[in-house]
């Protein structure tokens, strides 16, 4: 058996280099050449549809549970807040990776400047913080509404939830200034075609021709550990109580409706946690590179995707708040409907000096009919709540 058998991780291969190279291969660089997914040109066509296709899913299904959150009252909760943050990360993340791929499909220009990558890298990173610090903000949210939930409004109030949003925002950002700065200090490159569809911090780190051992440290300790590790850290505990009070309830139901509550932010940690394991630590080998950019196109496109899926099929309060915004633009549109047509027939017999037809009701659709029986019920069920509210007779 011939060669090494040592198994190495792509964080660590990125950054073992020979410094002492030929002066005349370092170049100082001031655009990269984005290679993009292949570069096969039979296939351009065909993966900027996907792409788009895949784009404009993102944003459709993402703005859908912002606005939904934003709109409906029953939604105006801290778990549904931190999604419709959650969702805003999900849009700016597919934004910042997948617009050069739109880009080089429609211009065929595979050209990025120096500081437009060094953005790139920085923006992206901070998203992808940003998702990993609301997950944990959200599995914490779970933790206090099934472990304690009798006091969940006081603790979990307005102001402890926005604190929360903006300590997740802000520190995203701020973690990732240093390696933004690291990377812009850095003179000289071996090449300046980037492997990837965006510009990937390790993916150009490995074009480098300078010393990354400053920045291969911070990776290590804070990228991964403090980053990384920590929000995982912390959302673990937080299922482990989760865990621990369910398993304590008696009834199978209560235990199959507490899991329920949690199964959907659950579901969506290990999608992204699976995935960003995959890309960053797997042994290396020698398509490493093609791997990586089939886990960060995972990352980028499938993830948020799924996570308006998972929160749309798993979650009784949003398909409700759906099915309620559906009812109420079919009942607007019948109601339109009719009106036009009556106007119309109106306007066929002129100067008669009374109406020529009379205003006749149509038969509800099904569809409108269920939303017409579904609001009678919710206003009987207001008026039952009301009535037992009542204070006693003096």
Not at 37 to 52: G, K, M, W
Not at 333 to 353: R, W
Request: glycine share 4%; proline share 4%.
């Amino acid at each position: 058996m011939t060669g090494s058998c040592a198994v190495d991780f792509p964080v660590m291969a990125f950054f073992k280099k020979s410094y002492f190279m030929d002066k005349e291969n370092q170049t100082i660089v001031a655009y990269f050449i984005i290679k993009g997914i292949t570069d096969v040109p039979e296939l351009q066509v065909s993966i900027f549809i996907l792409v788009l296709l895949m784009y404009l899913i993102t944003l459709g299904g993402n703005m859908t549970i912002l606005l939904l959150v934003c709109l409906d009252h029953r939604l105006h909760t801290p778990m549904y807040f931190f999604l419709g943050n959650l969702s805003i990360v999900d849009m700016c993340s597919s934004t910042v990776t997948l617009h050069n791929i739109l880009l080089i499909g429609i211009t065929g220009n595979r050209a990025i400047s120096h500081q437009s990558c060094i953005a790139q890298i920085f923006f992206f990173g901070s998203f992808l913080s940003n998702e990993l610090l609301f997950l944990t903000a959200m599995s914490y949210d779970r933790y206090v509404a099934i472990c304690n939930p009798l006091r969940y409004t006081v603790i979990m109030n307005f102001r402890v939830s926005a604190l929360l949003a903006t300590v997740c925002w802000l520190l995203g950002f701020v973690e990732i200034i240093p390696y933004a700065v690291l990377v812009t200090g850095y003179p000289c490159y071996n090449s300046n075609i980037v492997n990837h569809f965006f510009c990937d911090l390790l993916a150009v780190i490995k074009l480098s021709c300078s010393d990354t051992s400053v920045l291969e440290i911070l990776f290590i300790a804070e990228g991964m550990v403090i980053l990384t590790l920590g929000p995982l850290f912390l959302t673990i505990i937080s299922y482990i109580f989760i865990i621990v009070t369910i398993l304590r309830i008696r009834t199978s139901i209560g235990r199959r409706k507490a899991f329920y509550t949690c199964s959907s932010h659950l579901t969506v940690v290990l999608l992204l946690y699976t995935t960003l394991i995959g890309q960053y630590m797997r042994p290396v080998t020698t398509d490493s590179l093609e791997y990586n950019k089939l886990f960060a196109l995972f990352n980028t496109v499938a993830v948020p995707i799924l996570n308006p899926i998972i929160y749309s099929l798993k979650n009784k309060d949003v398909k409700s708040a759906v099915q309620q915004k559906l009812c109420f633009f079919k009942l607007h549109s019948s109601s339109d409907l009719i009106k036009s047509k009556d106007a119309g027939n109106n306007q066929l017999n002129p100067n008669t000096g009374k109406l020529a037809t009379e205003f006749k009701t149509t038969e509800a659709a099904p569809g409108n009919q269920s939303c017409k029986n579904r609001d009678s019920s919710d206003t009987a069920s207001k008026g039952k709540i009301k009535s037992s509210h009542k204070p006693p007779l003096s």
